[in-house]
Every structure is written in structure tokens, then in C-alpha cells.
């Protein structure tokens, strides 16, 4: 006789978060967890798939913008500047 297990097996992987948003992941699960109406316990993953599919096109070029540093906003400058100026080295 053997003992099979009828449990499908998730791959599981390591992000790296900062302590406050952990925090309120963790809050917010609790929360969740608490009010759940099924018996199915809500996982993190289930949480961050589903955040992901509401980011919208606006939602990522925000995010995006915020990755901008000054260094390049200087070379964005220059560049649009080297088109309007041919002669700029």
C-alpha cells in the first residue's frame, strides 16, 4: 500500500520587501484571515497576484517615473538638447 498525496506542490520563492510593507502584508492577511469566508487560508501570493492585476498603465508609467534620478534627468536634458543643437558635444 502506498500513501499518495492528492496535494498539488507550489513552487516557492524568495522576494525581498522592505519591514513596512511586510508589516502591512502581514496586517492586512491577518485581517483577511479573520474574515475569510471559506476555509481556505489566504496566502501573501494571493494578495500580490491579485494587487498585480489591478495595476493599470497609468499605475505602472508612475512607477516608472518614480525610478527617474537626477542623473538622468541631466543626460534626458542633454540628449533633447544635442537634437536641438547639432553642434553640442
Known amino acids: 500500500m502506498t500513501n499518495k498525496s492528492n496535494k498539488k506542490t507550489t513552487k516557492l520563492s524568495t522576494i525581498r520587501v522592505n ?3 511586510a ?3 502581514q496586517d492586512e492577511l491577518l485581517s483577511l484571515n479573520k474574515t475569510k ?3 481556505k487560508k ?3 501570493s494571493d494578495v ?3 494587487a498585480i492585476n489591478q495595476l493599470s498603465d497609468e499605475l505602472r508609467d508612475t512607477l516608472c517615473r ?3 534620478t537626477s542623473e538622468d ?4 536634458a542633454f ?3 544635442k537634437m536641438k543643437n547639432r553642434t553640442a558635444t
Open 19 to 21: 519591514e513596512e510593507l
Open 23 to 25: 508589516q502591512k502584508l
Open 37 to 39: 469566508k471559506g476555509s
Open 42 to 44: 489566504i496566502m501573501a
Open 48 to 50: 500580490l497576484l491579485l
Open 66 to 68: 518614480q525610478t527617474v
Open 73 to 76: 534627468r541631466q543626460k534626458i
Open 79 to 81: 540628449k533633447s538638447y
